[in-house]
C-alpha cells in the first residue's frame, strides 16, 4: 500500500462535472494498493495517516495530525502510483491490485480512516477525476507499507 499524502489549503476532485469530495485545510491523499497487499494493512495505515504530524504547532513545529487539528482529508484513489518504471519508457502497471479488490480496500480504508474521527472525502475509483488543490509548505510525503514489513 502506498499513499502519497500533500498538506493542502483546499482540494476538490471533480468527475463529470460534479464535486465527488472537497476539504478546505487538511490532506489530499492518493492511494493505491499493490498485489500482495492484505486488508491487515488497513486499519496500520489507517492509523499512521490519522496520527501523522504534518501540521505546525504554535511554535511552528510539524507537531500535530490530522486528529489533533479536526481537519479533513480527501482520498484518491491512484493505482499509477504502482507504476513499474524501471525499464524501458512506458510504465507498467502490472504490479497493481486488481480492480475490483482495490476497489473494497479503498473503501475499507475510507471507512477505517472515518473510526478514528476523521471528515473523509473522497474521489471516485476508476473514473476519470479532476483533481483541484492548493498545496501548503509544500509538504509532500510517501507512506508505503507491505505485509512483509513491521
Known sequence: MKIL???VTKAACVVNEK???????????YISFRQ???????P?????LAHLRVFEDTQGKMNLSLKDTNRAVLMIPQFTLEANTKKGHRP???EALEPTQATNYFDRFNEA???HGLNVQTGVFGAHMQIRSSND?????????TNDHD
Open 5 to 7: 499524502v500533500q498538506r
Open 19 to 29: 464535486t465527488t469530495g472537497a476539504i478546505e485545510q487538511g490532506l489530499l491523499c
Open 36 to 42: 500482495g497487499d492484505s486488508d491487515n494493512l488497513i
Open 44 to 48: 496500520i495505515m489507517a492509523k499512521k
Open 92 to 94: 507498467s502497471f502490472t
Open 113 to 115: 480512516l472515518k473510526t
Open 137 to 145: 509548505g509544500p509538504v509532500s510525503l510517501i507512506l508505503e507499507r
